[in-house]
């Protein structure tokens, strides 16, 4: 278990407090599993779970900017993250869904214009991933990758979302998180979305600690069985409606307790990152 010290300048004493550990092994201890989940699931059609813990299953075109990832790990075992279509050619993950400190992907399959991740819709293999030169492995910081493809149309069914404006904080404010990740307790595969509402950072660095929650990462409650699960990692938190939808985060991480374990989610605050992304579009 971490531990971090918070000083009490007036009195002069230190107080240590055990911070709640994230995972960041995400490959091995979720990743890896769900893909196997949802592959299962979708071969069997099993579409009586949950995802997105809480989600509701979307609809074809609903997420358009939404882009599912197969992962090809350098051992050859497959994981899974999602990401969010930022152009043509550029789409925005977290950057452990390419690098953790124990696993390294060699190869990502694109998925878009599908709420399924194995089959149907528009499919593109890439290599080309850009992790930020500041990502840390350990404690998330810095948690953001692009990914090139070919060129992709837009049409009804995939379309960018656009970058967030304004230096707002976003606490209190209701946002859309999309994915097809896996829970412990359900083993459906299909896209599905949800609404979580942003926190202050103060309360989550008081959980995780303030080397996790840095200035350049929000957090979401995770209340009435809604919020982020394994496979979700790498996709969007936005506010607004398509088309005119605004990417806030992209999210990076929860407890090592697992997606059940109600505690908040960490996503990394994409207005720290404006001039980072749009020099790379």
Request: hydrophobic share 40%.
């Amino acid at each position: 278990m971490k531990l971090f010290s918070v000083v009490f300048a007036t009195v002069g004493l230190a107080l240590t407090v055990a911070a709640e550990p994230i995972n960041i092994n995400y490959h091995e201890d979720f990743g890896i599993p769900a893909a196997t989940r949802i592959k299962y699931a979708e071969q069997a059609r099993d579409f009586d779970g949950s995802r997105v813990l809480g989600g509701q299953i979307s609809n074809l075109g609903q997420n358009p900017h939404f882009g599912g990832l197969i992962i090809l790990l350098d051992d050859f075992r497959q994981s899974v993250c999602g990401s969010s279509l930022l152009s043509n050619t550029r789409l925005v993950t977290a950057a452990h869904c390419w690098r953790t400190a124990i696993s390294q992907a060699i190869e990502l399959t694109v998925v878009l214009a599908s709420v399924n991740l194995f089959s149907g819709g528009v499919r593109i293999v890439t290599s080309d991933v850009e992790l930020h030169a500041a990502y840390n492995s350990v404690n998330l910081n810095n948690d953001i990758a692009i990914i090139r493809i070919s060129h992709v149309p837009y049409s009804h069914v995939v379309q960018r979302i656009l970058l967030p404006t304004g230096d707002s904080d976003y606490a209190g404010t209701w946002g859309t998180t999309v994915g097809i990740g896996s829970s412990s307790n359900a083993d459906i595969g299909v896209q599905q979305h949800a609404q979580l509402q942003v926190i202050r950072n103060e309360e989550c660095a008081a959980l995780y600690g303030p080397s996790v929650v840095t200035s350049s990462k929000l957090c979401t409650a995770t209340t009435g069985g809604r919020g982020i699960c394994g496979g979700d990692v790498g996709g969007p938190l936005s506010i607004g409606d398509v088309p005119s939808a605004q990417l806030i985060g992209i999210v990076s991480f929860y407890s090592q307790s697992g997606c059940d374990s109600a505690l908040p989610a960490g996503f990394t605050r994409v207005t720290s990152y404006l001039s980072w992304i749009q020099a790379r579009l």
